[in-house]
């Protein structure tokens, strides 16, 4: 019997429908908890691996560099607003009054996100579109400062992901159906 067989007659697909349309608490925290990491492993891989490797490729020009990572970042940026709407919406899912050690963590990498976006993106992209039309640029320390906002970001997620776990963890050994 194949899988599709298997699934019709076990009601299968009727059973997830039921079981998607019907998300309890602990199934959005559990959403919140990955999602968190799941963001994490984004800006890890990109800005911390990616950006710097691209430019060590022999035969890769500046400008196609600068073109790509130009692409990569607003992709990320768009993934990060993405997954960032997603925590939040879960997170006052979970629990309508946050504590302020979990509202900290969870504002603070929006914050950094909000500066990313409409400061450090938009000066950063000046600054490619600068080099490649050829101009030579004086020294900046934007690339320090998105540098650093994004090892924080990633720190402050990864406090909020503990802190999760830590919850989701108490309240689930407890059976508490009150959690987070």
């Excluded at 320090?144 to 108490?170: R, W």
Aim: proline share 2%; with cysteine; glycine share 4%.
């Amino acid at each position: 019997m194949g899988f599709l067989a298997y699934c019709r007659k076990k009601n299968f697909w009727d059973y997830m429908n039921k079981k998607i349309l019907t998300f309890d608490k602990k199934d959005i925290a559990f959403f919140c908890f990955i999602s968190i990491f799941i963001w994490i492993g984004f800006v890890c891989s990109i800005s911390f691996m990616e950006a710097w490797l691209k430019f060590r490729t022999p035969n890769l020009s500046l400008e196609v560099g600068l073109s790509v990572g130009q692409l990569v970042f607003k992709a990320l940026n768009k993934v990060e607003w993405t997954l960032a709407i997603f925590l939040t919406i879960c997170t006052f899912l979970v629990k309508k009054k946050l504590k302020v050690a979990n509202s900290i963590f969870l504002y603070l990498p929006l914050s950094i996100l909000i500066i990313q976006t409409y400061w450090l993106l938009p000066a950063l992209g000046e600054r490619v579109e600068a080099v490649l039309q050829g101009m030579s640029l004086s020294k900046s320390f934007i690339h320090f400062y998105y540098i650093f906002l994004e090892v924080a970001k990633v720190i402050f997620l990864f406090l909020l992901g503990i802190k999760m776990f830590k919850d989701f963890k108490l309240n689930y050994e407890r059976k508490d159906e009150n959690f987070l």
